[in-house]
Protein backbone atom coordinates (compact mmCIF):
# COMPACT_ATOMS: atom_id res chain seq x y z
CA UNK A 1 0.00 0.00 0.00
CA UNK A 2 1.61 3.35 -0.89
CA UNK A 3 1.65 6.44 1.69
CA UNK A 4 1.04 9.94 0.92
CA UNK A 5 1.99 12.91 3.27
CA UNK A 6 -0.06 16.32 2.56
CA UNK A 7 2.73 19.17 2.87
CA UNK A 8 1.98 23.08 3.04
CA UNK A 9 3.23 24.84 -0.20
CA UNK A 10 6.54 26.45 1.07
CA UNK A 11 7.50 23.24 2.47
CA UNK A 12 8.81 22.53 -1.03
CA UNK A 13 8.87 26.38 -1.84
CA UNK A 14 10.26 28.84 0.08
CA UNK A 15 10.04 31.47 -2.73
CA UNK A 16 5.97 31.65 -1.78
CA UNK A 17 6.68 33.14 1.81
CA UNK A 18 6.85 36.48 2.60
CA UNK A 19 9.83 38.79 2.67
CA UNK A 20 11.92 37.90 4.73
CA UNK A 21 11.72 34.59 4.27
CA UNK A 22 12.04 32.21 7.41
CA UNK A 23 11.44 28.56 6.23
CA UNK A 24 13.26 25.88 7.95
CA UNK A 25 14.98 24.49 4.62
CA UNK A 26 17.45 22.46 6.17
CA UNK A 27 14.39 20.39 8.34
CA UNK A 28 12.79 20.00 5.26
CA UNK A 29 14.88 18.11 3.00
CA UNK A 30 15.62 15.82 6.25
CA UNK A 31 11.92 15.37 6.56
CA UNK A 32 11.58 14.89 2.82
CA UNK A 33 14.84 12.07 2.59
CA UNK A 34 13.74 10.09 5.30
CA UNK A 35 9.92 9.73 4.08
CA UNK A 36 11.64 9.03 0.46
CA UNK A 37 13.77 6.17 1.65
CA UNK A 38 10.40 4.82 3.09
CA UNK A 39 8.91 5.08 -0.17
CA UNK A 40 6.38 7.71 0.91
CA UNK A 41 5.43 10.46 -1.54
CA UNK A 42 4.63 13.93 -0.69
CA UNK A 43 1.29 16.13 -2.16
CA UNK A 44 1.81 20.10 -2.87
CA UNK A 45 -1.26 21.89 -1.39
CA UNK A 46 -1.62 25.15 -3.26
CA UNK A 47 -0.27 28.51 -1.11
CA UNK A 48 -3.71 30.01 -0.15
CA UNK A 49 -2.42 33.03 0.72
CA UNK A 50 0.05 33.09 -2.44
CA UNK A 51 -2.68 32.45 -4.47
CA UNK A 52 -5.05 35.14 -3.18
CA UNK A 53 -2.72 38.07 -1.81
CA UNK A 54 0.49 37.78 -4.36
CA UNK A 55 4.19 37.18 -3.84
CA UNK A 56 4.34 40.98 -2.44
CA UNK A 57 1.91 40.67 0.14
CA UNK A 58 2.08 41.84 3.54
CA UNK A 59 2.56 39.97 7.13
CA UNK A 60 -1.07 39.20 8.24
CA UNK A 61 -2.66 37.76 11.60
CA UNK A 62 -4.86 34.85 11.42
CA UNK A 63 -7.71 37.08 12.17
CA UNK A 64 -7.23 39.53 9.50
CA UNK A 65 -7.52 35.88 7.33
CA UNK A 66 -10.49 34.15 9.22
CA UNK A 67 -13.15 36.08 6.54
CA UNK A 68 -16.02 34.69 4.59
CA UNK A 69 -13.82 35.88 1.28
CA UNK A 70 -10.95 34.17 2.65
CA UNK A 71 -12.40 30.58 3.56
CA UNK A 72 -13.95 30.69 0.14
CA UNK A 73 -10.61 31.28 -1.64
CA UNK A 74 -9.61 28.30 0.66
CA UNK A 75 -12.39 26.28 -0.45
CA UNK A 76 -11.92 26.94 -4.03
CA UNK A 77 -8.51 26.36 -4.33
CA UNK A 78 -9.08 23.04 -2.10
CA UNK A 79 -11.82 21.96 -4.00
CA UNK A 80 -9.84 20.26 -7.52
CA UNK A 81 -7.69 18.46 -4.68
CA UNK A 82 -10.87 15.96 -3.95
CA UNK A 83 -10.97 14.08 -6.77
CA UNK A 84 -7.54 13.41 -6.80
CA UNK A 85 -7.41 12.22 -3.36
CA UNK A 86 -10.20 10.33 -3.86
CA UNK A 87 -8.66 8.34 -6.82
CA UNK A 88 -5.61 8.06 -4.10
CA UNK A 89 -7.88 6.36 -1.37
CA UNK A 90 -9.75 4.28 -4.12
CA UNK A 91 -6.19 2.81 -4.90
CA UNK A 92 -4.76 1.61 -2.32
CA UNK A 93 -2.90 4.70 -1.02
CA UNK A 94 -3.52 5.83 2.51
CA UNK A 95 -3.02 9.39 3.25
CA UNK A 96 -0.50 9.12 6.11
CA UNK A 97 -0.62 13.02 7.59
CA UNK A 98 -0.63 17.01 6.90
CA UNK A 99 2.89 18.87 7.04
CA UNK A 100 1.72 22.85 7.74
CA UNK A 101 3.48 25.29 9.25
CA UNK A 102 4.06 26.73 12.63
CA UNK A 103 2.64 30.14 13.27
CA UNK A 104 0.99 30.39 10.05
CA UNK A 105 -1.87 32.20 10.08
CA UNK A 106 -3.59 30.09 7.38
CA UNK A 107 -1.58 26.90 7.11
CA UNK A 108 -0.80 26.48 11.29
CA UNK A 109 -2.57 22.86 12.29
CA UNK A 110 -1.64 23.73 16.46
CA UNK A 111 -0.68 27.16 16.73
CA UNK A 112 -1.42 30.25 14.50
CA UNK A 113 -0.17 33.93 14.79
CA UNK A 114 -3.08 36.31 16.14
CA UNK A 115 -3.90 39.59 16.74
CA UNK A 116 -7.50 40.68 17.24
CA UNK A 117 -6.61 43.97 17.08
CA UNK A 118 -4.85 44.41 13.70
CA UNK A 119 -6.79 46.83 11.66
CA UNK A 120 -6.17 50.45 9.59
CA UNK A 121 -2.85 51.84 8.43
CA UNK A 122 -0.21 48.89 8.06
CA UNK A 123 1.74 48.71 11.28
CA UNK A 124 5.82 47.51 11.45
CA UNK A 125 5.53 45.77 14.35
CA UNK A 126 5.09 41.96 13.85
CA UNK A 127 6.26 41.43 17.12
CA UNK A 128 2.86 42.18 18.28
CA UNK A 129 1.80 38.95 16.84
CA UNK A 130 1.08 36.63 19.80
CA UNK A 131 0.99 32.79 19.24
CA UNK A 132 -1.95 30.94 20.11
CA UNK A 133 -3.49 27.37 19.95
CA UNK A 134 -5.41 26.60 16.93
CA UNK A 135 -5.61 25.72 12.96
CA UNK A 136 -5.15 28.29 10.43
CA UNK A 137 -7.77 29.28 8.20
CA UNK A 138 -6.89 27.03 5.18
CA UNK A 139 -6.17 23.53 7.37
CA UNK A 140 -9.49 24.06 8.61
CA UNK A 141 -11.05 24.07 5.21
CA UNK A 142 -8.84 21.04 4.30
CA UNK A 143 -9.96 19.34 7.85
CA UNK A 144 -13.53 19.39 6.37
CA UNK A 145 -12.57 17.52 3.09
CA UNK A 146 -10.72 15.30 4.67
CA UNK A 147 -13.34 14.53 7.35
CA UNK A 148 -15.90 14.47 4.42
CA UNK A 149 -13.66 11.99 2.74
CA UNK A 150 -13.30 9.73 5.93
CA UNK A 151 -9.47 10.35 5.87
CA UNK A 152 -8.11 10.42 10.17
CA UNK A 153 -4.40 11.80 10.07
CA UNK A 154 -2.10 13.01 12.30
CA UNK A 155 -1.22 16.91 11.91
CA UNK A 156 2.49 17.78 12.28
CA UNK A 157 3.87 21.26 12.10
CA UNK A 158 7.10 22.50 10.42
CA UNK A 159 8.58 24.93 12.63
CA UNK A 160 9.02 28.27 10.23
CA UNK A 161 12.58 29.25 11.53
CA UNK A 162 15.73 27.70 11.79
CA UNK A 163 15.94 25.04 14.63
CA UNK A 164 18.87 23.50 16.61
CA UNK A 165 20.03 20.55 15.80
CA UNK A 166 18.57 18.79 18.70
CA UNK A 167 15.53 20.14 18.51
CA UNK A 168 15.62 18.91 14.77
CA UNK A 169 16.11 15.86 15.96
CA UNK A 170 13.60 15.67 18.81
CA UNK A 171 10.96 17.34 15.60
CA UNK A 172 12.05 14.59 13.48
CA UNK A 173 11.35 11.42 16.05
CA UNK A 174 8.19 12.62 17.33
CA UNK A 175 6.94 12.31 13.40
CA UNK A 176 8.22 9.38 13.28
CA UNK A 177 6.07 8.04 16.07
CA UNK A 178 3.39 8.70 14.76
CA UNK A 179 3.03 8.14 10.71
CA UNK A 180 5.13 5.43 10.57
Known sequence: MDKIILVSHCFF??????KPKKSNTNLSSDIISYFLSLGYGFFQLPCPELTCMGK?????SFEQYDTPFFKSHSQKILDPLIP???DYLNNDTIIAGVIGIKGSPSCATHIVSSNPDWE???QENIESCIKIEGDGVFIKELKIILKQLKI???MFELPSTSISNEEKSKWI???????I
Do not use: T
Open 56 to 60: KRWAM
Open 152 to 154: NCP
Open 13 to 18: NPHSVI
Open 120 to 122: GIF
Open 173 to 179: QDIKKYM
Open 84 to 86: QLE
